[in-house]
């Protein structure tokens, strides 16, 4: 079974400031990788997702993520950190749906202006 | 277009009560996923519908749990004889019918089991 784990619970970091959140995978291939935000009291937004190619990915609102089969890791970079990007981060794997949908438990980011 | 909408935003039950959340996906969407969000924690898969059909529920934690989606479109959970341990924010996806599809999030449904 897949299983995600996010090594920072919370970080903070000042506007202007170069980000990048930690995601590291577990799963027996080639995995589905994804990155949700979530803000308070709103639902998960998708930043960005990773099938297969090019393991650079681009996102929206200036988020990239970079898929590293060796390192087992798909870290989410941004480089320039905006106060508006103050929530909660999710990193996510897949196979297939239902139970092999699995989130990590999440980054708080916080934003010093 | 709308998103996906889930009613009521907030309930408060008492411990032993039944409740039900709904759950509106996006017009078109035949995918539909319940997860549960427990506080400060990611959200963990409860079940998945493609259409009517329930593909898998093997993430309901017990038989109190219960989901439908009988004409393919709006959702139920309902939950019977609510504990505290219940307390969480529930929260639907909706998507087309293929993993690289985007799962679109609701706002979710807090529920507090007093």
């Known amino acids: 079974a897949q299983s995600v784990t996010q090594p920072d619970i919370h970080i903070t970091v000042s506007e202007g400031a170069s980000l990048e959140l930690r995601c590291n995978y577990s799963y027996g291939a080639t995995p589905y990788l994804f990155w949700y935000v979530q803000s308070p009291g709103q639902g998960l937004q998708l930043l960005l997702k990773?099938?297969?190619?090019?393991?650079l990915v681009q996102g929206i609102k200036g988020f990239e993520a970079e898929f590293k089969r060796s390192q087992s890791s798909f870290n989410l970079r941004k480089p320039s950190v905006h106060w508006s990007d103050a929530a909660e981060y999710f990193c996510?794997?897949?196979?297939?749906?239902?139970?092999?949908?699995?989130f990590g438990p999440g980054t708080r980011l916080s934003v010093l202006p | 277009g709308a998103g996906v909408s889930q009613s009521p935003r907030y309930k408060v039950a008492k411990r032993g009560q039944d409740v039900a959340l709904r759950c509106d996906p996006i017009s078109g969407h035949v995918s539909l996923f319940w997860y549960q969000q427990a506080l400060g924690q990611g959200p963990e898969f409860l079940t998945y519908f493609q259409n009517e059909a329930q593909l898998d529920k093997s993430g309901l934690p017990s038989d109190r749990f219960f989901a439908e989606r009988p004409e393919g479109s709006v959702s139920t959970l309902k939950i019977q004889r609510t504990q505290q341990e219940d307390s969480a924010v529930y929260l639907c996806?909706?998507?087309?019918?293929?993993?690289?599809?985007?799962?679109?999030f609701g706002p979710g449904t807090r529920l507090l089991v007093l």
């Open positions: 996806a909706s998507s087309l019918p293929s993993l690289i599809e985007t799962q679109y």
């Open positions: 990773y099938f297969s190619g090019d393991t």
């Open positions: 996510a794997v897949g196979a297939n749906y239902g139970q092999n949908f699995v």
